[in-house]
């Protein structure tokens, strides 16, 4: 990871409610799709089997900071990964008005950029719930709320 640390806006894993580990997110601002690819089925824990599933989406950072850029810091309140997969038109392309509590947020976008496919957040919230409601929720097929932690080393 560290080879890829200019590149690197968020990262860490997920968890169940009991803070046992169920997947990873790695947002990085890489060149193309496939040197998304390579890192994706190159990184180490997907390499050992780890995870079973791998979502690669272009994403825009409509925050345009880091997550060690958080204002809130690295500890403190209920961290959370939103996905919205969205259906037809674009939804929630503004970011909120509270983004003193967003750690990193943006749309999620077909390979070339073209067609808006969702919208990710990760965000300090008191609870799942709070978290879902960053998303408009009948604009999405489908919302998934993931308990979610910084990671990487402290810079």
């Known amino acids: 990871m560290d080879g890829y640390a200019k590149e690197m ?12 580990p169920t997947g990873s997110v790695h947002i990085l601002d890489l ?58 038109r674009a939804a929630d392309l503004t970011v909120p008005p509270d983004r003193d509590e967003l750690i990193a947020y943006g749309p999620l976008l077909s390979d070339d950029g073209t067609r808006w496919l969702g919208t990710a957040a990760l965000l300090r919230a008191p609870d799942a719930k709070a978290a879902r409601a960053v998303l408009t929720e009948d604009r999405y097929a489908d919302i998934e709320v993931h308990n979610w932690q910084f990671g990487g080393r402290p810079s």
Request: proline share 7%; aromatic share 12%.
């Open 9 to 20: 806006t968020a990262r860490g894993p997920t968890l169940s409610d009991d803070g046992a």
């Open 31 to 88: 060149p193309s799709p496939a040197a998304a690819r390579a890192f994706a089925f190159d990184e180490p824990n997907y390499q050992a089997g780890v995870y079973r599933d791998v979502l690669l989406r272009r994403w825009r950072n409509a925050l345009g900071r880091t997550m060690w850029d958080f204002p809130g810091g690295r500890t403190g309140g209920g961290r959370y990964l939103v996905i919205g997969l969205g259906t037809g």
